[in-house]
């Protein structure tokens, strides 16, 4: 089935040596960034892609160019990191986070990415998820956290996260009371 194929492209782009000839396979790439993109409701093809592309991700230039493709890999990560409580897609959430973390590894980007409106709501969403019956609330809060490090990463971004120096204070004492 297409989930066992996905789930296996998942598995292949673990590997440093196939993430870029995956990515520049046009045939793969239509495949994994259409999926990713598909209803909620083929929760186990959009999970599979995205974890794919995150693999794929951690490779720089593809980074890059995934960034770069807007109504294509960086549609569907902004779109799979969109939490909503009414969908139980939560691993769906978490593999698009990830993903979007990658891609904010690679400096160049990491303004473009900051300056995002998508991705400070996205950020802002993660942090503060508090859906009482969801397991994987610190699972998406963590990969909400490690997008938002990533991006601080970038001199001129730290200084907007943290324009005074007790902010960082008090975020994690925020942080830390929420349930």
Not at 60 to 84: E, H, N, S
Not at 114 to 123: L, R, S, V, Y
Not at 146 to 169: R, T, V, Y
Request: charged fraction near 20%.
């Amino acid at each position: 089935t297409i989930n066992c194929a996905l789930e296996a492209f998942a598995s292949l782009a673990l590997d440093p040596v196939n993430r870029g000839p995956m990515w520049f396979n046009p045939r793969v790439r239509i495949i994994l960034v259409g999926r990713a993109k598909t209803p909620a409701n083929f929760y186990d093809a959009r999970k599979h892609a995205l974890a794919a592309l995150r693999n794929m991700a951690v490779n720089k230039l593809v980074a890059k160019l995934m960034w770069l493709d807007i109504w294509g890999a960086r549609r569907a990560f902004i779109q799979g990191a969109r939490l909503d409580d009414s969908e139980q897609k939560y691993k769906v959430t978490i593999n698009a986070l990830e993903g979007l973390a990658n891609l904010a590894m690679v400096k160049c980007q990491r303004t473009a990415m900051w300056t995002n409106q998508n991705i400070h709501a996205i950020i802002l969403q993660a942090i503060a998820f508090t859906l009482p019956l969801c397991d994987q609330k610190n699972e998406i809060r963590a990969a909400g956290l490690g997008l938002l490090a990533n991006l601080g990463m970038d001199k001129s971004n730290a200084n907007d996260i943290w324009p005074d120096s007790n902010k960082p204070i008090k975020f994690w004492i925020w942080i830390s009371s929420l349930p």
